[in-house]
């Protein structure tokens, strides 16, 4: 077994993977990555082992919106990226930035065992084609994802067509002749079921709650690259945000669809203007919850029933960290608690980068998650005041970035977070630990470094 004491471990070549290889690098702190994957890239890479893209799936946030700013996407990349331009966008982020040299690919972590408290280090065992592997780690980075272990729910009875999850799903030629029922209305729910729409039999989509629809266009531009330039208190801006809903989507219920029973951004809204176009033209029709299942035939609580030849199960995913005893992260509920969604409250050398969701969030937000922790890091072993500052601060209790906002008590929502808040949070650390910094450098204005990739 070799002893790398100096290096930390980093699970995961995904986006978040490599946005936290580019800032470990820029801290100077060594690390050994691991990816279970032949390349970069995570989930989008449709060909990777835990992908869970799908032919037709693109991004629901515009790429100006989600892009790196240190690395922006493209001129000719479309405003609503498609998963292989994604793929292509974060290979080539790799590229830029040398990153690969510092992972071991096809390479799955299989354990993560501390030593003892924190600082004493960290026992990695792996498996790759070679065999198995153990090394001991100064710390682990876990940045595995969020989208990969499939929330399949239980239901009452027994279907004799065919049932799969929407992380089984990769074409729509898998809808042909059938008669499809997508369960779940979240975004990728709405999207399969469009696919279905066009070349499925027939297709319904069973809700057990209804959404708030948001068109990717407003006046002709991304949805979300309107407004933001003045802040407005979330009791304001549901008003502003709700009132151009209605002009520019009207009331789903009119198509069938439920009201919802919650506030506007208490949970994430769908970004989907196809599906509300198909259930006015009468091509969807909308269902309620199933109540139960009984050979091809599904019952729902309204009392209705149809027959289908399959049902695709769109309920989302668990977060999933088969690698580490889930006490070792703080697990509470749904989700591990973790200060500002990656610092656990006592130890200095567990992190989980990436566990964090928010409207607008993007990929930048996430690369300052990532950067907060290495400059954290690099600040403990300069021993730093502005990181002593943020060990007490996380060591002394603490609440999700939530704005007050009361999002839904759901598995998806567990990590869920506020962007203001958050990102004021995360980058107020930044800048409070770059004090210690003599060789930070303000960055760069955006217009001014475009990258030709």
Not at 179 to 208: E, K, P
Not at 228 to 250: E, H, N, Q, Y
Not at 416 to 444: C, M, N, Q
């Amino acid at each position: 077994m070799q002893d790398t004491r100096g290096k930390l471990a980093l699970i995961g070549a995904g986006p978040m993977g490599l946005a936290a290889a580019k800032v470990l690098r820029e801290q100077g702190i060594a690390f050994q990555g691991f990816e279970l994957h032949s390349d970069v890239g995570g989930l989008w890479d449709i060909t990777a082992p835990r992908s869970t893209m799908y032919e037709s799936a693109h991004l629901i946030s515009s790429k100006t919106m989600t892009e790196f700013t240190d690395f922006p996407m493209r001129d000719e990349v479309a405003e609503y990226p498609s998963h292989r331009e994604m793929a292509r966008y974060f290979r080539d982020f790799a590229d830029h930035y040398d990153l690969r040299r510092d992972y071991i690919f096809d390479a799955e972590v299989t354990a993560t065992t501390p030593l003892g408290d924190s600082g004493e280090g960290w026992r990695v065992a792996w498996r790759d084609a070679d065999g198995t592997h153990e090394t001991v780690f100064d710390g682990v980075l876990i940045a595995n994802g969020t989208l990969s272990e499939p929330n399949m729910p239980a239901f009452s009875g027994n279907f004799s067509g065919e049932l799969i999850h929407s992380s089984q799903y990769r074409s729509a030629k898998q809808f042909r002749d059938k008669r499809v029922l997508v369960v779940g209305a979240g975004n990728s729910g709405c999207d399969i079921a469009v696919d279905a729409i066009h070349h499925g039999q027939s297709c319904d989509l069973s809700m057990r709650r209804g959404y708030y629809f948001v068109p990717k266009y407003i006046f002709g531009k991304p949805a979300d690259t309107l407004g933001g330039a003045v802040r407005l208190p979330m009791a304001l801006k549901r008003i502003v945000d709700g009132t151009l809903l209605r002009w520019f989507v009207g009331d789903a219920q009119k198509y069938g669809f439920p009201k919802p029973d919650y506030k506007l951004y208490e949970s994430h809204p769908v970004v989907n203007s196809q599906v509300l176009f198909h259930a006015g033209h009468g091509d969807l029709t909308v269902r309620p919850d199933i109540a139960r299942l009984c050979g091809k035939t599904v019952h729902f609580k309204d009392g209705t029933h149809a027959d289908y030849d399959m049902i695709l199960a769109a309920t989302g995913y668990k977060l999933h960290y088969p690698f580490i005893d889930p006490a070792l992260l703080n697990w509470q509920g749904d989700a591990p608690h973790l200060y500002l969604n990656a610092m656990h409250p006592e130890r200095d050398d567990l992190f989980v980068l990436g566990m964090v969701e928010a409207s607008g969030l993007g990929w930048q937000g996430r690369h300052e998650q990532a950067e907060m922790v290495a400059r954290y890091i690099a600040g403990l072993r300069a021993g730093t005041p502005e990181a002593q500052a943020l060990r007490s601060e996380k060591a002394g209790g603490f609440t999700r970035a939530t704005g007050g906002t009361a999002y839904l008590k759901l598995a998806r929502m567990a990590y869920y977070v506020d962007k203001a808040t958050y990102r004021r949070a995360v980058t107020g650390w930044i800048k409070r630990l770059k004090k210690s910094d003599p060789t930070a450098k303000e960055p760069v204005p955006k217009a001014a470094r475009k990258v030709a990739l």
